[in-house]
DNA sequence: GCGGATTAAATCACGCCATGAATTAAGCCG
DNA sequence: CGGCTTAATTCATGGCGTGATTTAATCCGC
């Protein structure tokens, strides 16, 4: 049942040289034989060998050849980015949001439906996810048989144990079996996480986290959230709820917090919190442009001003936390009111971070900002069944259930 | 040069496989070849392949035979813990500590050199070492050449790059390239670690941390530091210098730190800050009798009992910081002045904690002391050529790289 | 337009590996 | 002292990566 990773025997060895060709090629295309060779330090030989199953199987295709002066030219590889597709679901608050996409990440098709706050129930949420998942197949016309998986984004923990597990505090969803409800309408492998999660994924590969080891993705949206991380992958944790980084405290008896705890981050720089913090009327009948409004005013309005500098001086001692902590190459700031509190005061958050970080480690860490748009947990999410495909786990393995089931 | 650790031969998949074997076998000795087969999901005749290379080459043992009823009894296998010696270096802010250790970490020799807090600098900490390591030599009758390795432990940040530099702030060091100074005085191979990262090891291995994946190591003596273990092992970030918990910011604004910030947990948890916020003199003529003296004052002294009801109530938000952000399976507390206060207050420490942790990560994690004693950073630091043994990296190469030289 | 030079890629022979099956070793028990 | 049982080794087999060799595909100079 378990997809155990096996090791040891000689033919997990292929398996890993054949991964790692995969993620090689993937992350830069298109390239030569010759060139996936140095940069793998597999042998010549070996890349070929493997490079004629992967062809053979349709996952790489040849993509023209580069011109010599005097030898035969470099044929150039890259992944066929229709061997197969990809869908990610976004649930958000609001919404539940479905896209499919091909191997390059193009995006093919698209489902949106709003989410009423007040039916956020699972069998709400199941409906909707499915109904996005016939939605985009019909769409696009992509059949069931070429979708490589779907990968899920939701809000809240995601227990990955033998059976998957949401914990969503602001759904009220307590030890909701996800997939298995989702699997009573779909046969095709299911990737679940936090949407943080996969936001910081989608960052981390396409965005302003690619080819970082060690990064954390901080997201400020009305809570505050963060993807950690190390060794080129999202931290997890021993129960899968590592990254809360808006529940540490930066103030000791500080502002109560909606968690029950106070003086949290979330309590000073969620845009929630921050509009509390100033108190007043703003034009704008959501957050989202209350905040707007509440950093327009800051040009004239004292208030405001001395707020957002409050909120620099608070988001710059929780990212200097992370740097101390993690000792990171990159901070990145993103969700909605991270980018929309970044583009104003990303120096002044830069300045505050400096002052609470340790010299050597705040010099080695560059603080930017996300460079995808909101769509991230969706594709983020998409790239869950990619993973297993460049890993060469389970992906066939689940596909010979599907058909066998 | 650099010891790249290669992959993708079928050479390197005989390394591996080893390296599982005698893991599996140094945590959990004695034990048969049918049980390793077991638990490494290696096949029974791989197992006799690779342990009969072990035994031939003396790394392991066998160590009589467990009785059977009715069936040829099983043999039982452990590291000969003969085979070679390790010398793990203390190096504190008071004294530098040189142990000599087989490979069950039995101590074989100890040396112990005070070191006067006007005379830290490199030249005479690198003849301490060197001196200590003659001597233990000498003390426990092995031959240099029976050595596998020397680990130190210093304090600072170590930057593992092409060339180790250290640099550490209270010693008053700026990257130090101590391997390259120690290296004018021994040929053997040499493993340059920060003292916390080194200590956090040895509890990982031999202490409260035995058999974790993820944990957080805190410790408290004058100052505040911690090492971060994920998936295993120790977390050192981009440039090696993660785990500065006690540099984190648990109130903005706060009290100021040597560190130049203010607010940091350790100007309110580290020994110095917690006898400065008490402020009234204390019999001891040091730290460390001080606070205990300040501990014993607690039971009638009003104002010294608020000291360190505040110092619960930080340390156990500054260990919810790790707790949320982690969700590590254990926090371990240590440090002289960690242990100290834990022996009172854990209670106390783990009340606060759970107030500022969010629910879900906290009932997964268990918050201990630390189970061995002071000496534990030149333990910790003897691991380290064990780890490069057990892994076989180097290890051999070095050794011939030196009897070459 | 044609051979030689040049470089890329495929093929081949070799050595190494893990493994299931078969075999040998080493003890119990009646 | 033979069966019986279990541990450990040995053996034959199929895979694998690799350096050396061969084939493929281009350019260049004449």
Redesign the pocket.
């Known amino acids: 049942m378990m997809a155990e990773r096996r090791r040891?025997?000689?033919?997990d060895?292929?398996r890993d040289?054949r991964s790692v060709l995969l993620w090689s090629l993937y992350f830069d295309q298109p390239r030569?034989?010759?060139d996936l060779s140095r940069t793998t330090?597999?042998?010549?030989?070996?890349v070929?060998?493997?490079?004629?199953d992967l062809i053979d199987e349709g996952i790489v295709i040849e993509a023209g050849?580069v011109?010599?002066?005097?030898?035969?030219?470099?044929?150039l590889l890259r992944i066929n980015p229709d061997h197969g597709y990809v869908v990610g679901v976004d649930v958000g608050e609001t919404r539940v949001r479905v896209e499919l996409f091909d191997l390059a990440m193009t995006e093919r098709a698209k489902a949106d439906y709003p989410l009423d706050p007040r039916e956020r129930g699972v069998d709400v949420v199941v409906d909707r996810i499915l109904a996005g998942l016939a939605a985009v197949l019909a769409g696009s016309g992509v059949g069931s048989s070429a979708v490589l998986g779907v990968g899920v984004g939701v809000p809240g923990v995601v227990e990955q144990g033998p059976e998957v597990l949401v914990h969503g505090q602001t759904f009220g969803w307590d030890a909701v079996p996800l997939e298995r409800l989702l699997r009573a309408g779909t046969d095709l492998p299911l990737h679940i996480d936090n949407g943080a999660k996969t936001m910081g994924q989608a960052e981390l590969w396409f965005g302003a986290g690619r080819g970082a080891q060690h990064a954390v993705v901080g997201l400020i949206g009305s809570g505050v959230g963060a993807s950690i991380i190390t060794r080129g992958s999202t931290h997890r944790g021993s129960t899968s709820s590592a990254g809360e980084w808006g529940h540490t405290t930066v103030m000791v008896g500080g502002r109560s917090c909606r968690c029950g705890s106070s003086g949290c981050l979330e309590a000073y720089v969620g845009a929630e919190a921050i509009l509390d913090r100033y108190g007043r009327a703003l034009p704008g009948d959501d957050q989202e442009s209350a905040l707007a409004a509440l950093i327009e005013a800051a040009a004239t309005s004292a208030a405001a001003a001395e707020v957002l500098d409050q909120t620099a001086l608070y988001l710059g001692a929780g990212i200097a936390d992370l740097i101390n902590l993690f000792n990171p190459e990159r901070i990145i700031l993103g969700g909605w009111a991270g980018l929309l509190l970044g583009e104003k005061l990303l120096p002044a958050i830069r300045e505050a971070a400096r002052r609470h970080a340790l010299r050597h480690p705040f010099a080695e860490t560059s603080i930017e900002l996300c460079r995808l748009g909101p769509d991230a947990v969706a594709l983020g999410a998409a790239t869950l069944p990619v993973e297993h495909l460049l890993n060469g786990t389970a992906a066939s393995a689940t596909r010979q259930n599907r058909s066998a089931g």
Chains 1, 2 share one sequence.
Do not use: Y
């Open positions: 040891g025997t000689v033919r060895l292929r040289n030569s034989r010759q330090g597999l042998s010549p030989a070996s070929s060998n493997v490079v004629r050849s011109d010599s002066d005097g030898g035969r030219p470099r044929v």
